[in-house]
Structures are given as structure tokens and as C-alpha cells.
């Protein structure tokens, strides 16, 4: 794949990380893998340097799908350890791993949402901030089949994600509040809890989020209300913040007439430290 190829194909992350979170985004990429497998025509030689270029690009995207590239690092090695292939048996051997380990991410998630849900207490009011598709359901489910009373203080940020968010709380009736992220100061005295996913946890005690969460996290830590993380312990990196390549995009904007030169990162990274309770598939973990 060329460079440009390359870049197309992060911007094309990038939107569906936007759009529906780190979780779904693997899952969908992990799809899109099987189904280009199938439909890869090529010499039995070339099937396996075409993996090997593919996997290279999914494991340098900007910032890197932490979750997917540690499912891409272990196909790899059961790639390597199934041994020379003819050309059809090697390829529904690459699907039935994929297949396998969507099943096996997927099966983590449904987890972390029911450890979200037993962390929604009668009487709460939880701040939500771009959350993730298992912070969405466990609201839902929480208030549909455990009939718990609560209330869901919506932060307008990303448009796509918000709109996703009140659709469901809407349509399931969950008792909501929608205000602009700006005016979460006049609620932190009477909010109790503030739930946030992520795109990664680095082993220097950094938690890679979408952008604005440093921002929320860090007026509630002063505000002492509790800040819960749940991530799926894939989601946990082998390397640094440094090294997670947050894409750093420079663009001319105009607005009112007037240009100017702006720098806007894709993400926004938290210290663990400010994290009281860390959720992981297991329950909660120390941080």
C-alpha cells in the first residue's frame, strides 16, 4: 500500500473512532479484514506478503487502535504457527482466527457493560462524555430491565456520538439532561458519578481518550466526583503515551472573514491518577 493509501485509510479510522467509538471501530475493521480475505484474488505466494503489508498500516495508525493492533499481533502468530498453506485452506484459516477474536473482544465488552451496569446506583445523576456503545447499553439496560432510577447529565461534544446517545435514551425514556460541555460547572455538586471509556491505557499511567476529556475528568476530580474508566483490559498498551501516534492535524480555518493557522489533536490523554475506580471486563481493578 502506498503512503497515500496509507493515509486514507487512517483518515478512515479516524472517522469511524469518532463516529462510534474505539470497541465498535475494531469490530468493524476486524469485519472488513474477513471480508477482504475473502475477496482477495491473488497468486498463492502474494497472499501472504499482501497480510504482512496490511497488518504493517493497522498497526501504525494515528493514533494507533490499541485493541486491534494487539488482535492483529496474535492472528500474526497463529498465521506464523499454522505453517505454508495452500492458498484457500491458509485464507479460511485467517477468517476462522479473526472470527475467533471478535468473538473473544466482543464477548469482553458484553462484560464491561454489565460491570457498568452494577455501578448505577437508584438516585444517581452520571455525567456522560462521548461514551462508549457498552456505557450507552449499560443505561439502557439498566434502566429497562433492572428498573432503576436514575438521571443522565449528556455533555454536548462530538455531534455524531451525542445524537447516537440521546436517540436511545429517548427512546427507551431514561431520564435525561442535555447541556453544552462548557456549562458542567453549574452540575458538579450535585452530579455523583462521571463515566468515561477509552482508546488506550499506557503502561506510563496515561489514559488515551476522545477529545475533551482531559478537560471533564479534570473538573470533577476537583469537584471530587468519582471518575470511572471502563476499558477492556486488550485496550491496555505494551508502550508509551510518546508512542501511541495521537494524529496532530495543522489547518488553515477562516471564520468571520478572518484566516488563521490552527493545530488540533485528535485525542486528549488523562493521568490514571485522576481515575477512582478502573473497570476492566474482570470488575474493578487498581489503577
Known sequence: MTDKSNQTLYDLIRAYMQALGTSRTTVVALKSYMDAVQRLRCAPDE???????????????????????HLIEAFEEEMNAAGDLPLEA???????????????????????TGHCMDAIADGDLIIVHSPTAYIRDALVRTHTDLKRTFRVL??????????????????????????PEYNLSHYLRSAGKLFVGAVSVTPDNQVVAGIGTANVVSLCHWYHVPVYLFVESIKFAHTSLPEQHIYNEM?????????????????????????????????????
Open 47 to 69: 497472499f501472504r506478503p499482501m497480510l504482512h503489508r496490511l497488518n504493517t498500516v493497522i498497526k501504525n495508525t494515528e493514533p494507533k487502535v490499541v485493541p486491534l493492533v
Open 251 to 287: 489547518q488553515d480555518k477562516t471564520e468571520a472573514g478572518f484566516t488563521f493557522h490552527m493545530q488540533t489533536f485528535s485525542h486528549d490523554f488523562i493521568d490514571l491518577a485522576m481515575v477512582d475506580h478502573l473497570v476492566t471486563e474482570v470488575g474493578e481493578i487498581a489503577p
Open 154 to 179: 449528556v455533555l454536548k461534544q462530538d455531534f455524531l456520538r451525542t445524537k447516537e446517545l440521546i436517540k436511545k435514551l429517548e427512546q427507551h425514556a431514561v431520564d435525561h439532561i442535555v447541556i
Open 90 to 112: 491458509a485464507r479460511r484459516r485467517a477468517v476462522e482466527i479473526l472470527s475467533r477474536q471478535q468473538a473473544r473482544f466482543e464477548s469482553a465488552t458484553f462484560r464491561v
